[in-house]
């Protein structure tokens, strides 16, 4: 299949419409920035509280007659550019696609190993979030404001939480010789300016083997005489950009080099006490919270690795002090996965995104402009990007579509085959964006016989009204319709003479239904939960224990105690930080607000915000199964969702004896 990477199909109709856009664009501008200083935000109002002068407020007073004679000036071009901008919508394409050509060190992606399908497995990272990238004066109606540097920051995030390598801690007790399930938490490169791998202070107390493979999988330190033993329970997809810290136990003495990690102290940053200011999320300082000019995730959950006076000796150990290290987060397992005694996967509420994130599938990405900002800063991590999906106009859909679908994918596999549909069923302000789904096939390898290994990737938005459930089960019908054309569509494969192995598929998005509420039961109990499996989900209705709510309460996004991603992580910990900083289902009671009932409510939030996965429809001879879970808070103070992130474990199935 041709990917399109440009809108339109030739040069001409895209020089029309750049031309109709122009004309329309300053009369768009000036509206959203006319409405956009009626609608402040909380932040906003704190500020103007504390403008004992009232500038801001004065100056939005002596900017709106001007605004307003730019906008009657600008009103006769309008509609003169949306008279051709119109028609020109039915040669629209529905997306665009775009590929990063420079992948080189410069270009920021990098090389990945072509998988084989050989060996226990590989494991494959998905994430979705809702970022309320909407024109300016529309995004303050969910108490978020500054769209475009929003947009740039929201990228730069995603980029360094995604961009580290993968560490993975496996311990071995004194009592017991098997060893532990795999911590996925992350470093920074623990390498410096001068290619030389050095020590990272930690809680690490024994080290009896460490080796650090980097992106490209070049090994930035030695292998330590023993190694992985082959009994390891790793596999060749899992250890891809991995760090392997093997710890052993307390026979034959304390190792050498015990005593200089043993000096970096706890890696657990305690630095939340410190400043913590309510800063606007378009304006971070240096080095906070994954800014843009950090090559941290967040500052919070991050520790700069500095020593002392005594660092300078130039030993193989030792950490240099010009070094801007920062080691993440490493708890104790049991206080970090909280794992329940029936769950077979890892899970927990992370300060960043997981290492090595594969695909990632966003929501609301509607203004074009911050859709191109993303994209560029998106870039330097994956390779394939699909943006400005949707279709405007009257096109397919009973009304006039002013808002694409607000869809955005990146990919760091190939695409091979992308399709969209709109949903003809929204209605009210739902209608005027064309919301629908994305379906997609990805190329994630390929086997010694020349067989494709392919995945499914689905993407979708659902209808927001609270009371429409019929709509949302309408919607879930025709995603599961859609999704079966296009895998028959796109297959190539027959019984008889496979050419390709289908490996995973998997369906994200924002549903704009929870589990919990008495309101949504008829999509709690819609048919696609019997074919795919929600990881957080124990039936219609219930939840499992350690599942957490996706939607924010709008009016505390910039409170001290959630305004940085380490501060919103201790929150939601907590079941008393939930019940104030998590949405919840709205009372029917008349009269009775949402704070004053969050005392009598069981749970933890609305979690609208949904990874599933299916076993069904795929290769015989494989399997895939949840290896991780995560709920992401790299996003505080920029969107009012949490992102979730599914890491994958395809294998081969065990043949019984």
């Not at 569509?489 to 003479?497: M, Q």
């Amino acid at each position: 299949m041709v990917l399109y990477t440009t809108p339109f199909p030739n040069s001409c109709l895209s020089a029309l419409h750049a031309v109709s856009w122009a004309l329309i664009f300053p009369c768009y501008w000036l509206v959203d920035r006319l409405v956009a200083p009626f609608i402040p935000t909380t932040y906003e109002t704190r500020q103007r509280a504390d403008d004992c002068c009232c500038l801001q407020l004065l100056c939005s007073y002596l900017f709106t007659p001007v605004y307003l004679a730019l906008l009657v000036a600008s009103l006769p071009f309008a509609f003169l550019g949306f008279l051709f901008w119109s028609p020109l919508q039915s040669a629209r394409r529905p997306y665009i696609y775009s590929r990063l050509e420079d992948k080189g060190p410069a270009g920021g992606a990098a090389l990945l190993s072509e998988w084989k399908g050989t060996g226990p497995g590989k494991s494959f990272c998905f994430a979705t979030a809702n970022l309320c990238l909407l024109p300016e004066s529309l995004a303050r109606l969910n108490n978020v404001f500054n769209t475009q540097a929003r947009a740039k920051e929201i990228g730069q995030r995603i980029r360094n939480g995604a961009n580290r390598p993968q560490i993975k801690i496996y311990i071995d007790s004194p009592t017991n010789t098997s060893i532990s399930a795999a911590s996925f938490s992350s470093l920074v490169s623990p390498q410096g300016s001068d290619g030389v791998a050095r020590a990272v202070p930690g809680s690490i107390k024994r080290t009896a083997s460490v080796e650090y493979k980097g992106d490209s999988g070049r090994h930035h330190s030695d292998e330590a005489a023993n190694g992985l033993a082959s009994g390891d329970p790793a596999d060749s997809g899992s250890l891809e950009d991995a760090c392997i810290v093997r710890i052993g136990g307390d026979e034959g003495g304390r190792p050498p080099e015990a005593d200089d990690l043993a000096t970096g102290g706890q890696a657990r940053n305690e630095a939340g006490r410190g400043s913590r200011g309510q800063t606007p999320n378009h304006s971070q300082r240096d080095g906070d919270s994954g800014s843009l000019g950090s090559h941290s995730a967040s500052r919070e959950s991050l520790v700069k690795a500095r020593a002392g006076a005594d660092s300078s000796s130039g030993e193989p150990g030792a950490t240099n002090s010009k070094l801007p290290y920062k080691a993440s987060v490493v708890k104790k397992a049991a206080a970090r996965k909280r794992r329940h005694p029936d769950e077979a996967f890892d899970h927990e509420i992370s300060a960043f995104f997981p290492a090595n994130l594969d695909f990632l599938c966003l929501q609301e990405v509607f203004d074009k402009r911050a859709a191109a900002k993303l994209k560029d800063q998106l870039h330097g991590y994956f390779e394939y990007i699909l943006y400005d999906v949707g279709v405007y106009g009257c096109q397919g859909c009973c009304t006039f579509k002013f808002l694409n679908s607000g869809l955005f994918f990146a990919s760091r596999y190939p695409i091979m085959d992308v399709a969209y549909h709109c949903y003809p069923n929204g209605r009210c302000s739902d209608g005027l964006a064309s919301k629908g789904a994305l379906f997609l096939k990805v190329q994630v390898g390929s086997t010694p016989q020349d067989q494709r290994i392919v995945g499914y990737i689905s993407c979708t938005h659902l209808h927001a009204l609270p009371e429409d459930s019929a709509i949302r089960c309408e919607q879930l019908d025709l995603l599961q319709d859609w999704l079966a054309d296009f895998r028959k569509s796109t297959s190539s494969s027959s019984a008889a003479n496979p050419e390709e192995l289908v490996v995973f598929d998997v369906i994200c998005g924002d549903f704009n239904f929870d589990n919990c509420s008495s309101d949504d039961k008829l999509e709690q109990q819609h048919s696609l939960f019997t074919r795919y499996k929600d990881p957080c989900r124990l039936g219609p209705g219930e939840e499992k224990p350690w599942a957490i709510g996706t939607l924010l309460e709008t009016a505390g996004l910039y409170d001290e105690d959630v305004c940085t991603p380490e501060n919103l992580q201790k929150v939601l910990e907590s079941e008393e930080g939930r019940r104030e900083y998590l949405a919840f289902p709205t009372s029917k009671s008349p009269g009775a607000g949402q704070k004053g009932r969050k005392d009598l409510l069981k749970g933890n939030g609305r979690r609208i915000d949904y990874m599933l996965y299916t076993e069904e429809g795929l290769c015989l001879d494989w399997k895939a199964e949840v290896e991780e879970f995560t709920f992401v808070t790299q996003l505080s103070g920029l969107t009012d969702h949490l992102p979730v992130a599914m890491r994958l474990m395809v294998s081969a199935v065990e043949e019984e004896a």
